[in-house]
C-alpha cells in the first residue's frame, strides 16, 4: 500500500515545479508552494500553467536521436512507414510486466499537478475573465493526459480532484471508457467555453478555443468509431450496449463549429493554397506563428537552448521509409487509383512512381528528379536513398521521407530549429468529412470543402465526388462503403508520418485487415543496379537489400517470426496491458483482454 501511495508524494510537485524550462514565457522561480499566500493573483495561474506546456508527456519536444514529429508512424509501428526494426507490439511480443508499463505512480504524479490546480484556482481573488484562460488550459491539458491513457488502457481510474493519502479513489476500480471519454469530453467543453479564441489575433504560444475544438473532435472521433467497429466486430473490446453514434455526432458537431468559425472568420484555413510544393513546404518551418492552418505547435530558439537536430537527421533515412503500400495508395491525377487509372506508369523507378499522380506523393518522398534537395546550399541533389548509411541516416524501403526535411543547411547540425505542429486544421476537416461520412449525413458540399479542399490546396486535380467513385479492386477495408474507403484513403495520405496511423487502425479495429499476417515491403530494388554516379558504398550496401520473390525490397526478411507476416493478438494487443504488481496492490482494477 505504501508503494502504491506514492502516486500522491508532494515532493513529486515540488520538484515538477522547480525544473521545467519555461524560457518562452515570463514566470518566476518556484520552489514550492504555500497554498496560503501563493493563490493571489492572475498571474500566479499563468506562471502555474506554464509548466503544463514544458510537459513532454503532453506536448513531445522531440529532442532525442531521430526523433521527430514525422517519426511517429515509424516508432510506433504500422504499416505505411517501416522502421529499422520491427514492432514488438505489432507482432504480439509485448509482455505483461509486473511493474511501469505507463501505470506506475510516477506515470501518474502530471494529473495530480493538473487536479492541483483545479482544486485552488479559484482562490484568487480576481475577475472571472482573468483566471479563466488558465482554468481552460489545466482543462485541456487535463483531457490531452487522459486520452493518452484511454489510448492505451480502455478503461482508467478517473480523478477530477487532487487523491490524497485517504482518497478511496486510490483504491477504485477502472471507470468504463465510454465514461471516460465522456468525462473528458465535458472538460472540453468548459475549455471551449474558458479559452480566448485566436480568430484574427495575435499568436501568444498558448491554446486557443480552436486547438480545444480539435483536440475535442479528434478524441471524440477516437472513441465513437472504437465503439462502432469493435462491436461490429464484436471483439473483446467492444463497449457492450454502444454503437459509439453518440460520440460520432460529438466529432462531427465540434469539427463542424470550428468550420464555422473558419467560414465567419477567415481563421482557421489551409495555408500555402495554390502554391507550387506548397504540401511540402507547410512541414518545415521554423515559425508558424502567422499560419492560419497550424493551430497548436511548439516553437524552438538557438538563443533559449531550445532546440533539436531532425534537420541533421532527415537528410538520411532516419532508420525509416514508406511502405510500397503507403506509395500505391496515391491516386493518379484522374482521380482513380493505379490499378484502373491509365495514368498510372508503374513503379520502375522513383520518377515513374510519382507521375502524373497525387502531387503529395511527389512531396512527401524523394525524387531523384533533379530537384529534390538534401541541400540547398551547398547544393546537393538527392539521386539514391541513403542505403550505405549509418542505422541512424539508413532508409529501409527506398522510399525515403522528403516530408519535414529542410534542406536549408544549417549552420549548427545539432541547434536547429524548425517548429514542431501538434494541431493543424487539415485535421479537423478530415475529421469532419469522416464523421458525416459514418452518420450517413454528408453532402458533396461536405466533401468539397473537407478533402477536395486538401485536393485543391496541393494542385490534385481528381476530385471525389460521391455519387461517381471508381470501384478500386485494392481498397483497404471490407465491409464500408465506397465514400468512407476513399475518406480513409485521404487521411492516410494528406496525415502520412504524422502519429494517426496506429491509433487509426486501432480505433478501426483493423489489425486484422492491415496488420496481422502481413509485412510491409519497399520499392523495386532492381531499379538501382548501375545507378549512374551511384557510389561503391551505396552499391555494396544495395546488393544486400533482402527482396522479395517479385523483386520488392523486404526489410524484414531476417527475421523469422515475421516469415508469416505480423503475429499480431486480435484478441489481446489493441490494448495494453495492467503491470501485475497494480493488480495486487488494487485488485479492483482487473485486467485487460487477453492479458
Not at 72 to 88: E, F, M, Q, T
Not at 194 to 207: M, Q
Not at 211 to 239: C, D, M, S
Not at 329 to 337: A, F, R, V
Request: proline share 4%; net charge negative.
Amino acid at each position: 500500500m505504501k508503494k502504491y501511495k506514492n502516486i500522491i508524494v508532494w515532493i513529486c510537485f515540488a520538484v515538477w515545479m522547480s525544473s521545467c524550462n519555461d524560457d518562452f514565457l515570463e514566470r518566476s522561480p518556484l520552489v514550492n508552494i504555500n497554498d496560503a499566500t501563493y493563490w493571489a493573483t492572475a498571474n500566479d495561474l499563468k506562471i502555474y500553467a506554464n509548466n503544463f506546456y514544458q510537459q513532454t508527456e503532453l506536448l513531445p519536444d522531440y529532442k532525442r536521436l531521430n526523433d521527430s514529429p514525422y517519426m511517429i508512424d515509424a516508432r510506433n509501428g504500422s504499416d505505411i512507414d517501416v522502421y529499422l526494426d520491427y514492432s514488438k507490439r505489432l507482432n504480439g511480443e509485448n509482455t505483461l510486466p509486473a511493474s511501469g508499463g505507463g501505470w506506475s505512480s510516477g506515470d501518474w504524479t502530471l494529473l495530480r499537478n493538473i487536479n492541483y490546480f483545479m482544486d485552488h484556482y479559484r482562490q484568487v481573488n480576481a475577475p472571472w475573465d482573468e483566471i479563466k484562460q488558465y482554468a481552460g488550459e489545466a482543462l485541456f491539458f487535463r483531457s490531452i493526459f487522459y486520452f493518452s491513457k484511454l489510448r492505451s488502457f480502455g478503461d482508467v481510474p478517473w480523478s477530477s480532484t487532487t487523491v490524497n493519502m485517504d482518497s478511496e479513489s486510490l483504491f477504485a476500480s477502472r471507470m468504463p471508457r465510454s465514461q471516460v471519454t465522456d468525462s473528458i469530453l465535458h472538460d472540453l467543453d468548459l475549455a471551449v467555453e474558458y479559452l480566448p479564441a485566436r480568430a484574427g489575433g495575435s499568436w501568444t504560444g498558448r491554446v486557443t478555443k480552436e486547438v480545444a475544438l480539435a483536440l475535442q473532435a479528434r478524441i471524440a472521433l477516437y472513441e465513437g468509431t472504437w465503439e462502432k467497429y469493435h462491436a461490429l466486430k464484436n471483439t473483446p473490446f467492444k463497449v457492450d450496449g454502444s454503437d459509439g453514434t453518440k460520440f460520432i455526432q460529438k466529432a462531427a458537431d465540434t469539427a463542424g463549429a470550428l468550420i464555422a468559425m473558419a467560414e465567419q472568420n477567415g481563421s482557421p484555413a489551409l495555408d500555402n493554397a495554390g502554391k507550387e510544393n506548397g504540401y511540402w513546404s507547410l512541414f518545415n518551418q521554423e515559425d508558424y506563428s502567422g499560419s492560419k492552418e497550424v493551430l497548436l505547435w511548439r516553437k524552438y530558439s538557438a538563443a533559449d537552448n531550445q532546440t533539436h537536430r531532425w534537420t541533421l537527421d532527415s537528410k538520411g533515412g532516419m532508420m525509416r521509409g514508406l511502405s510500397r503500400k503507403m506509395v500505391e495508395s496515391y491516386l493518379c491525377m484522374d482521380g482513380k487509383p493505379i490499378a484502373v487509372s491509365t495514368l498510372y506508369e508503374g513503379d520502375r523507378n522513383l520518377k515513374a512512381i510519382v507521375a502524373n499522380r497525387d502531387p503529395r506523393l511527389n512531396q512527401t518522398i524523394q525524387v531523384d528528379d533533379g530537384k529534390h534537395f538534401i541541400w540547398y546550399s551547398p547544393e546537393t541533389i538527392f539521386q539514391t536513398p541513403t542505403y550505405e548509411g549509418t542505422s541512424e541516416g539508413f532508409c529501409t524501403t527506398g522510399y525515403q521521407l522528403y516530408k519535414g526535411h529542410n534542406p536549408v543547411y544549417p549552420t549548427v547540425f545539432f541547434n536547429t530549429t524548425l517548429g514542431a505542429i501538434y494541431f493543424r486544421y487539415a485535421e479537423t476537416l478530415l475529421i469532419y468529412a469522416e464523421a458525416k461520412a459514418e452518420l450517413g449525413t454528408i453532402t458533396q458540399s461536405d466533401i468539397d470543402k473537407t478533402v477536395n479542399a486538401l485536393r485543391d490546396r496541393a494542385g490534385m486535380t481528381g476530385r471525389l465526388e460521391m455519387n461517381q467513385i471508381t470501384t478500386d479492386p485494392n481498397w483497404e477495408f471490407a465491409g464500408i462503403s465506397p465514400l468512407l474507403q476513399e475518406i480513409r484513403r485521404e487521411r492516410k495520405i494528406e496525415l502520412v508520418c504524422e502519429g494517426f496511423r496506429v491509433d487509426d487502425i486501432f480505433r478501426w479495429a483493423a489489425a486484422d485487415e492491415l496488420i496481422a499476417g502481413k509485412k510491409p515491403k519497399g520499392a523495386v530494388k532492381q531499379q538501382w543496379e548501375n545507378y549512374p554516379g551511384a557510389s561503391d558504398a551505396f552499391l555494396t550496401a544495395w546488393e544486400k537489400l533482402n527482396t522479395d520473390e517479385n523483386g520488392y525490397i523486404d526489410p524484414y526478411q531476417q527475421y523469422s517470426s515475421l516469415s508469416n507476416g505480423f503475429n499480431f493478438n486480435l484478441n489481446r494487443d489493441y490494448l495494453s496491458p495492467i503491470p501485475t504488481t497494480e493488480l495486487v496492490l488494487n485488485p479492483n482494477l482487473k485486467q485487460n483482454p487477453g492479458w
